[in-house]
T-cell receptor, first 111, second 117 residues
Framework: GDSVTQMEGPVTLSEEAFLTINCTYT??????LFWYVQYPGEGLQLLLK?????DKGSNKGFEATYRKETTSFHLEKGSVQVSDSAVYFC??????????FGKGTTLSVSS | GAVVSQHPSRVICKSGTSVKIECRSL??????MFWYRQFPKKSLMLMAT?????????EQGVEKDKFLINHASLTLSTLTVTSAHPEDSSFYIC?????????????FGPGTRLTVL
């Protein structure tokens, strides 16, 4: 079945460091890909998405490109801030189906 | 727009009692709602898919009689944990699809923390 694999955390960075969180997927057909963020004590929020190959999703300085050839959707940010500390989830969905999540990667940014 | 609320945000109950969690779409009509369970430091596990006016579709391994889901209107779905036990303690999250939103986009509620003593 469809699945999402993302790098294990926690990821610990200093402020202004470069961030990459790897995400690869297995799916039949052509899924839509998402990154969700969960701040401490809060629910999930959509960070960015891409619905077809080569699409780049971006938001709040974060970017991810839908790479069909490598079945990847890695999350990147050029300069992280303390306020980016959260758990990040990669997810996919096909048409009309629920989201399938990766296990989440905890990011901790220190000043 | 596309706000989803959950109530209550936290609930503590005694073992053997039942707990109802509400999920509401505040500014849109949600034909489909999903219920997830999140374990500590783990991902979200889909429990069931709820379509308005019909029976919920449960994922394999989820007990239908224990986790009762009702989607009586286009803006409300409820999850009732019946005869709760300590192993049911978890973070329960609902989401809803907005037909007027982007494809496959889901909007999540803030979650409900259930603690069973």
């Amino acid at each position: 079945g469809d699945s999402v694999t993302q790098m294990e955390g926690p990821v610990t960075l200093s402020e202004e460091a470069f961030l990459t969180i790897n995400c690869t997927y297995t799916a039949t057909g052509y899924p839509s890909l998402f990154w969700y963020v969960q701040y401490p004590g809060e629910g999930l929020q959509l960070l960015l998405k891409a619905t077809k190959a080569d699409d780049k999703g971006s938001n709040k300085g974060f970017e991810a490109t839908y790479r069909k050839e490598t079945t990847s959707f890695h999350l990147e940010k050029g300069s992280v801030q303390v306020s980016d500390s959260a758990v990040y989830f990669c997810a996919l969905t096909g048409a009309g189906t629920a989201l399938i999540f990766g296990k989440g990667t905890t990011l901790s940014v220190s000043s | 727009g596309a706000v989803v609320s959950q109530h209550p945000s936290r609930v503590i109950c005694k073992s053997g009692t039942s707990v109802k969690i509400e999920c509401r779409s505040l500014d849109f009509q949600a034909t489909t709602m999903f219920w997830y369970r999140q374990f500590p430091k783990k991902s979200l596990m889909l429990m069931a898919t709820s379509n308005e006016g019909s029976k919920a579709t449960y994922e394999q391994g989820v007990e239908k009689d224990k986790f009762l889901i009702n989607h009586a209107s286009l803006t409300l779905s409820t999850l009732t944990v019946t005869s709760a036990h300590p192993e049911d303690s978890s973070f329960y999250i609902c989401s809803a699809t907005n037909p007027t939103g982007g494809p496959n986009e889901q909007f999540f509620g803030p979650g409900t923390r259930l603690t069973v003593l």
